[in-house]
């Protein structure tokens, strides 16, 4: 019950941001907003620790597995799966079938023109910020069914989120979901076979070589591809 409280409340709050926040320095440069964005995490990471508690929090109700067979599947992963899957599907449909979700690559891929052909770029702006912020409370929702969590396990998630994005090529919907399986993958097999420290360590090596190799990846090597 909590994921659509989560995401309702986060498009909420994604959209007043950018109203409020990112619209005031957005045409100095994208730098700065990411400037602007991490500085509001630190203080909502503090007001958390300050009125709530830096204990991990997880929620009991999903312990336990079911078994399929010879195969045990816990019923936290499969919970969060079944909430992450439709999510997914959702975000495909809405890029994908809907006006707005035109309007969104059209104006990720070159604003000015997807100005001078009607689409008002603010509102869709608005709205990218909010389905982004409904997404990460969704993801939210879903990790602490999986892991316990306290106001400090964010920078975490946001630099895999982040070496994710640079992966599967910046503004790559689809890139960014086949990098987050090929790491989660790979992190997993590499643990299984060898260490968790030399599997945390795979994301980062990855990332080097992506940018070393490969700047603009997933999304950049298809597209050469095709050409």
Not at 26 to 31: C, D, G, M
Not at 80 to 86: G, H, I, M, R, W
Not at 155 to 175: D, E, K, P, T, W
Request: charged content about 10%; overall charge positive.
């Amino acid at each position: 019950l909590t994921v659509p409280f989560a995401a309702i409340s986060m498009f909420g709050v994604g959209v007043l941001m950018h109203i409020y926040l990112i619209e005031r320095v957005f045409k100095e440069s994208t730098v700065v907003s990411l400037i602007l964005l991490f500085g509001v995490s630190i203080a909502v990471q503090g007001l958390a620790i300050k009125f709530l508690s830096v204990n991990p929090k997880t929620i009991s109700y999903y312990e336990g597995s079911i078994q399929l067979g010879s195969i045990l599947i816990p019923r936290s992963r499969l919970a969060a799966s079944l909430v992450a899957l439709p999510s997914l599907g959702l975000a495909h449909v809405f890029l994908k079938y809907t006006k707005h979700g035109v309007a969104t690559k059209a104006t990720a891929q070159n604003a000015e023109i997807a100005e001078s052909c009607g689409i008002n770029v603010r509102k869709v702006r608005y709205l990218t910020t909010g389905i982004a912020a409904a997404l990460a409370g969704v993801a939210g929702s879903a990790t602490i069914m999986v892991l316990p969590i306290n106001p400090q396990s964010g920078y975490r998630f946001a630099i895999i989120a982040f070496i994710v994005a640079i992966v599967g090529g910046l503004g790559s919907f689809y890139g960014s979901i086949v990098a987050a399986i090929l790491m989660a993958v790979g992190q997993n097999l590499l643990a299984w076979k060898t260490d968790q420290m030399l599997a945390d360590a795979l994301i980062y090596i990855l990332l080097l070589g992506v940018l070393i190799l490969r700047p603009s990846g997933l999304a950049g090597l298809l597209k050469s591809k095709a050409r």
